[in-house]
């Protein structure tokens, strides 16, 4: 089981101790995207944003230490990030990981993130356990998280937290993109993600098994 886990076939819910099928093991059957997605309403409302911004989007959620990125809508440009569906990365280098933190009490952070560096042997990935607890706080209080950097040179991204859970989990809706392109952008973006997220949220009010 956590052989795949670490290849991002299953997602690990510490707190609960269960396991649960990624969109990585979609070939087997066509039942994940509905049990994740219900019928399309998340996925309609990434198609907006994507097409609003033009800029790669996605949603992606805590598996163990990592981010997975579930769901991927890349980006209408030549000169893009590429990022593929059930890719994982270590949560305390991406700004998704950090909107995903930032729901978790300080004590909480502090564990994940003591263990996230024990699991990379890079030390270059590793993060001040002070530093990173002191920085969520202002993720919560900014209720955004933006980057450029990392976790690749050149690129950005920007994440907000979606009022709804995917088996569970809580879920990272973000854009992505060339740092050039979305650093002139941030506050418009900040403003659509979180118009998009009241969405959802209304969409999910509406339909309670999503």
């Known amino acids: 089981m956590k052989s795949l886990t670490s290849l991002g076939y299953l997602n690990y819910d510490r707190s609960r101790r269960v396991y649960f099928p990624t969109l990585r093991v979609t070939r087997l059957g066509d039942w994940i995207p509905n049990a994740l997605f219900g019928q399309g309403r998340i996925l309609a409302l990434m198609q907006q944003l994507h097409e609003r911004t033009g800029e790669n989007v996605g949603i992606g959620v805590l598996n163990d230490v990592h981010v997975q990125y579930v769901k991927m809508i890349l980006s209408n440009y030549a000169m893009r990030v590429h990022v593929e569906e059930g890719f994982m990365r270590i949560a305390t280098r991406t700004p998704p990981g950090w909107i995903l933190l930032a729901a ?3 004590a909480e952070v502090d ?65 992505g993109g060339l740092a050039d392109r979305l650093r002139p952008r941030l ?16 969409e999910a009010s509406a339909a309670p098994g999503l």
């Open 111 to 175: 564990k994940l993130v003591r263990r996230a560096n024990i699991s990379v042997s890079d030390k270059n990935e590793r993060v001040n356990v002070n530093d990173f607890v002191k920085m969520i706080g202002r993720v919560r209080r900014a209720k955004y998280a933006y980057a450029e950097h990392i976790p690749l040179q050149d690129a950005a991204s920007v994440c907000v937290s979606i009022p709804i859970k995917l088996q569970g989990q809580s879920v990272a809706l973000g854009i």
């Open 104 to 106: 978790k009490s300080d």
């Open 187 to 202: 506050s418009e973006l900040v403003q659509i993600l979180h118009e998009s997220a009241a969405a959802i949220a209304e």
